[in-house]
T-cell receptor
Framework: NAGVTQTPKFQVLKTGQSMTLQCAQD?????MSWYRQDPGMGLRLIHY???????DQGEVPNGYNVSRSTTEDFPLRLLSAAPSQTSVYFC?????????????FGPGTRLTVL | AQTVTQSQPEMSVQEAETVTLSCTYD???????LFWYKQPPSRQMILVIR??????QNATENRFSVNFQKAAKSFSLKISDSQLGDTAMYFC???????????FGKGTKLSVIP
């Protein structure tokens, strides 16, 4: 049981490039989400999904796209990277009806946009 | 919308001493969950302790305990017998009972001094 996995761990992009941050979980959790962490800002919700085929925006969705074709995977796409998207990105998952709404976090991806 | 405020950007404590990290929140919901997460330099998000709003009793987990004051909307974390391994960023977080989303504070950087 690997939990929540994220790839890559580190990435450097040039402004305007596109890329996809991968997130997968093997716990059959219905709910998955993406957060970004900036210095002095805590974690902020980008997008979330309550099940396959269903996604919605969080607090800071601009510049990011998501899709959820399977229960296991929830990729985050940057279509045209900007320096403002330099951040650490966390994926999280949760079972519907979990006690305490406990979420499980992946190890994070550090993204630098030059 | 909910907000979570951590008013102490940085704190330090001597090894073996006790330290309290502050957190206040604002919500109109009556049932919700509160969390403290630890983020060591590895950047992994580690759940330290959690509290259900309708439970009067303060949660404890070994050396970690909380002081939950629902009327004051306060949720402080006390770390007893501080250890060098407690050096980390600590985030307070809120989740409505019917929500899948976490709202985080900006964090407190705790340093344990030998």
């Amino acid at each position: 049981n690997a939990g929540v996995t994220q790839t890559p761990k580190f990435q450097v992009l040039k402004t305007g490039q596109s890329m996809t941050l991968q997130c997968a979980q093997d716990m059959n959790h219905e709910y998955m989400s993406w957060y970004r962490q900036d210095p002095g800002m805590g974690l902020r919700l980008i997008h979330y999904s309550v099940g396959a085929g269903i996604t919605d925006q969080g607090e800071v969705p601009n510049g990011y796209n998501v899709s959820r074709s399977t229960t296991e995977d929830f990729p985050l796409r940057l279509l045209s990277a900007a320096p403002s998207q330099t951040s650490v990105y966390f994926c999280a998952s949760m079972r519907r009806g979990a006690s305490y709404n406990e979420q499980f976090f992946g190890p994070g991806t550090r993204l630098t946009v030059l | 919308a909910q907000t979570v405020t951590q008013s102490q950007p940085e704190m330090s404590v001597q090894e073996a001493e006790t330290v309290t990290l502050s957190c206040t929140y604002d919500t109109s919901e009556n049932n919700y969950y509160l969390f403290w997460y630890k983020q060591p330099p590895s950047r992994q998000m580690i759940l330290v302790i959690r509290q259900e709003a309708y439970k009067q009793q303060n949660a404890t987990e070994n050396r970690f305990s909380v002081n939950f004051q629902k009327a004051a909307k306060s949720f402080s974390l006390k770390i007893s017998d501080s250890q060098l391994g407690d050096t980390a960023m600590y985030f307070c977080a809120f989740s409505g009972a019917g929500s899948y989303q976490l709202t985080f504070g900006k964090g407190t950087k705790l340093s344990v001094i030998p």
